[in-house]
């Protein structure tokens, strides 16, 4: 079982960055496969960025390539979502999953709110 807890969504205007964080629990966490989803008002969830139980490999959905970095350090139970260069149609909550095998689908957070003002 694992735990993912998201934080460092806000609200920022067109051209800035944020980075998000999700905590997870347990201590298989290195084990598993991350991403990160976005799903937006009236719109489905869709794919942002994954990365494999060992860091490598990272990809990312075409709408965010070199825009967005995803990161994991599994001694501290963490994987990152760097967001630069960011864009109003960005805004979405973001959610953090976790599997075994990508994109991870087994376990979800609650899902942090990115807004981007033009």
């Known amino acids: 079982q694992v735990q993912l807890v998201e934080s460092g969504g806000g609200l920022v205007q067109a051209g800035g960055s944020l980075r998000l964080s999700c905590a997870a629990s347990?201590?298989?966490?290195?084990?598993?496969?991350m991403g990160w989803f976005r799903q937006a008002p009236g719109k489905d969830r869709e794919f942002v960025a994954g990365?494999?139980?060992?860091?490598?490999?990272?990809y990312y959905a075409d709408s965010v390539k070199g825009r967005f970095t995803i990161s994991r350090d599994n001694a501290k139970n963490t994987v990152y979502l760097q967001m630069n260069s960011l864009k109003p149609e960005d805004t979405a909550v973001y959610y953090c999953a976790a599997g075994t095998v990508l994109p991870p689908d087994d376990y979800w957070g609650q899902g942090t709110q990115v807004t981007v003002s033009s």
């Open positions: 347990g201590r298989t966490f290195s084990s598993y496969a």
């Open positions: 990365i494999s139980w060992s860091g490598g490999n990272p």
